[in-house]
């Protein structure tokens, strides 16, 4: 039987705790939005969404749908597959996949209060301007190739028709739409288990102290660090947010709270465990230089405009 001391018992037991928490909530968010997505796919026709999502407006139609839905990164994979089903074009729907974890109405609401309505704005438009026009580029260079949908939950041997049974008839069965939403829910359960596993280890044995110890000096190389180190962390925004506010009070930067934010929140090691099931090495790559990008464009345009020194 292992000998652990008290603080190893404790660091096991907060992972344990977040490991049940996260996988369960998880679990829950992606059958309600599965089943919202396949509910929306038979009210909705085909035809209409790609319509919608297309063109220069589908951009920001898509920054807004991702500003209004409060998902986390994980948990927005479902409404991405949704989308991508319905023939919605490529670069809109990644322009929503970065907004929705990054722009919600529950952040924008801690930015200002915590932060201030500046930061805000800037926040708000750098994360927009970025996400908009990476969606452009990936488009326009057609990663969509590098995208590997999983099979319809309801066909057979990978084939078939992804609405489920009810559709012909006038009333949608909600036991249906819980039937497939947990089938397409189990395809994704070996990376979600894996990426919550990955997310409570690191929750558990790498305790937040470590970055206050950056409180001392601000130097340049500091916002892109910080953006890095929180795409290999686990830290929602919702999550960081009350965090940054002690942080700046110790003395780190705006800019570089803000970097640490959006790394995390953006494309955190977990996250990216679970898109492996959609995406191949090329668009994940492309993915994580986006969110990089975008935290450290960001960092520095708040170091910029609020006047905070990054040296």
Known sequence: MLDLTPASQHALLD?????????????VLFVLISMLVSWLQLKIPKARVKALLSGKSGYMLAAGLGAITPFCSCSTLPMMVG???ANAAFGPVMTFLFTSPLLNPYLIAM????????????YSIAVLGVAIASGLMLQAFNFQRFVTLPAPANSCCGSGNSTVAVQTNSSVSVSALLRQAIKETRSFL??????VAVGA?????VPASLLAGLSNSNPWWLVPAAALSGILLYVRASTMLPLAATLVAKGVSLGTVMALTIGGAGASLPEMIILKRLFQWPLMIAFVMVVLGTAIITGFSIQLLLGISAV
């Open 15 to 27: 992972s344990l705790r977040f490991f049940v928490i996260v996988f369960s909530e998880l679990l």
């Open 190 to 195: 070996p990376h979600i288990a894996l990426g």
């Open 201 to 205: 280890v690191i929750h558990g044995y």
């Open 83 to 85: 989308l991508l089903r």
């Open 111 to 122: 930015l200002w209060v915590i932060f201030g309505l500046k930061l805000l704005l800037i």
